[in-house]
């Protein structure tokens, strides 16, 4: 079983604490977004979990408790989402000097391979121009060259839960966006992939990527896995397929193109959080209808040229 850690809301930045019981007890409770009072035991133990992936846009909170989590056994990686964005789309987002230190002292825990780099969503508006994008990139690649191996884009998509925040972006502005950073990639040794798009971007060596990547899950196991791809994503999606821990509604960066938190929601919800609770928000009810997942391991055998970072 692969955890997402999760799409659904930033745990590294607001809930490190919560998680950190979860994997201690080797449970977590996890409510359906789709119904109420449905709620799932999910297994969070070493025997079962083959690898977490990380999501989050400032790991500091839960930066000392990285080294724990590998000491329970869990294989794991993290996708840090850093842009050049301020405050006019990120509301609530530590400065981005802090967060490029954060980054590196991360890699440097890590190791390379284990932290990736989103560049997510690109948004073009009058504000933020393709040429903006480029000499934004160009920038915080050169200061992250190094410390990742890769970086994972995509374009912004019109979600309706962003309340017409967001516009898509012309394939034209695409091919300009992607070419400009290709070429300053290449360079500096950083691999481009992107995020469930249709567009074609190989012509650059830009190929389509997964969050939940089996190369990269294999490398940090050490072992082949057997999972298969996840159909419950958008067409384009390459991932494989995973158990969320999250909920939406819950994360308080303020992002105004975020599709998983409606605005206001977040702090409503943040309040009812208990990090003694084995739901990440609120509690179990009697209502309540607990069903235990059915999951197991699905690693195979070792991998033989399998080099730990």
Partial sequence: MIVSASRRTDIPAFYGAWMMRRLDAGYALVRSPYSAHRVSRVPLTPDVVDCIVFWTKNPMPMEAAFPQIA???FPFYVQFTLTPYGPELEQRLPPKRTLVEAFLRLSDLLGTARVVWRYDPVIVDTAHPVSWHIEAFGRMCGRLAGFTERCVFSFADAYKRCGGAVRPVSE??????????AELARPQGVALYTCAEQGDFSAYGILPGACIDRALIERVMGSPIGARAD??????????????????????????????TMPG????????HDPFSPLLIGRPSPSDEIRERSLRPQRMDQLSLFEAE
């Fill in 265 to 272: 929601a977040a702090a409503k919800n943040a309040a009812l």
């Fill in 231 to 260: 159909q419950n994503q958008r067409p384009a999606c390459r991932c494989l397929e995973s158990v969320d821990i999250g909920a939406y509604d819950s994360c308080r960066n303020g992002c105004i193109y975020c599709y998983a």
């Fill in 172 to 181: 034209h502005d695409q091919q300009s966006i992607a070419r400009g950073f």
């Fill in 71 to 73: 000491a329970m056994g």
